[in-house]
């Protein structure tokens, strides 16, 4: 299962947040991508592939990273 839940324009490239699985096991994906040649959106090796629990943690601490700021 892959699943696109939203993609974010950043500049030329975007950051897409994905629901995956891999070997059973499924996780929450972060990453940019960037337009090829061809252009076709392929990923970077920047970003983040968490379980969900972990996600969750990560998160929190941006939700309060935001209410720290203002």
Sequence with gaps: M?????DIEKGEDLIRVELSEFKGNQYVGVRIYYMDDRGDWKPTRKGLTLVPDVMVQVR???NQALEDLG
């Design 60 to 62: 929190d601490a941006l």
């Design 2 to 6: 892959e699943k696109t839940i939203k």
